[in-house]
T-cell receptor, first 115, second 113 residues
Framework: AQTVTQSQPEMSVQEAETVTLSCTYD???????LFWYKQPPSRQMILVIR??????QNATENRFSVNFQKAAKSFSLKISDSQLGDTAMYFC????????????FGQGTRLTINP | EADIYQTPRYLVIGTGKKITLECSQT?????MYWYQQDPGMELHLIHY???????EKGDLSSESTVSRIRTEHFPLTLESARPSHTSQYLC????????????FGPGTRLTVL
């Protein structure tokens, strides 16, 4: 079974700073997908960024980028020029593309951006 | 507008009551999921469906049941609510093919007294 670990329960940075959230996972699969989801306070969970394991190039979406280290089974999220609206719970998630294609989530990191 | 909806958003109910949490999506997605989010915020899959008339249990054992009679509708039922069922329940859906993103509803926060 796959497991996902986020070792930082809470983080806090000042607006405009860069912050990196850590995620490690354990799997014997060679083909899989990794995601970062954001859950703002009392709001819907939304996808931040997605990485296919077979792609060596790290995914980027505007201010959000990942550092995907397949051999180390590490998948960190970097948020550049952080904004107050980035305040949220961030979840790292793993998915096998076969079968149910269910998400296995990490414990989450509560990120607070301070003005 | 294509979206995924959950009702009610908040529910406070007494022990022993039967409840149904509604989930509907207008995106025509085949796959739908129910996740339970505990107070520590961890998410665990409790049910999923490949499509109409398909339901499967997830990774976390749950006393709830689900049905999938229509593509767009995936309700979750608790026959007899207990305080241990107090949690947030998130519904999600995605299309059968790529790019594998799951779309989440706003959640139902259930409190059983």
């Amino acid at each position: 079974a796959q497991t996902v670990t986020q070792s930082q329960p809470e983080m806090s940075v000042q607006e405009a700073e860069t912050v990196t959230l850590s995620c490690t996972y354990d799997t014997s699969e060679s083909n899989y997908y990794l995601f970062w989801y954001k859950q703002p306070p009392s709001r819907q969970m939304i996808l931040v960024i997605r990485q296919e394991a077979y792609k060596q190039q790290n995914a980027t979406e505007n201010r959000f980028s990942v550092n995907f280290q397949k051999a180390a089974k590490s998948f960190s999220l970097k948020i550049s020029d952080s904004q107050l609206g980035d305040t949220a719970m961030y979840f790292c998630a793993f998915m096998k593309p076969q079968g149910a294609q269910k998400l296995v989530f990490g414990q989450g990191t509560r990120l607070t951006i301070n003005p | 507008e294509a979206d995924i909806y959950q009702t009610p958003r908040y529910l406070v109910i007494g022990t022993g009551k039967k409840i149904t949490l509604e989930c509907s999506q207008t995106m025509g997605h085949d796959k739908m999921y129910w996740y339970q989010q505990d107070p520590g915020m961890e998410l665990h899959l409790i049910h999923y469906s490949y499509g109409v008339n398909s339901t499967e249990k997830g990774d976390l054992s749950s006393e709830s049941t689900v049905s999938r009679i229509r593509t767009e509708h995936f309700p979750l039922t608790l026959e007899s609510a207990r305080p241990s069922h107090t949690s947030q329940y998130l519904c999600a859906s995605r299309s059968a093919g790529g790019p594998y993103e799951q779309f989440f509803g706003p959640g139902t926060r259930l409190t059983v007294l």
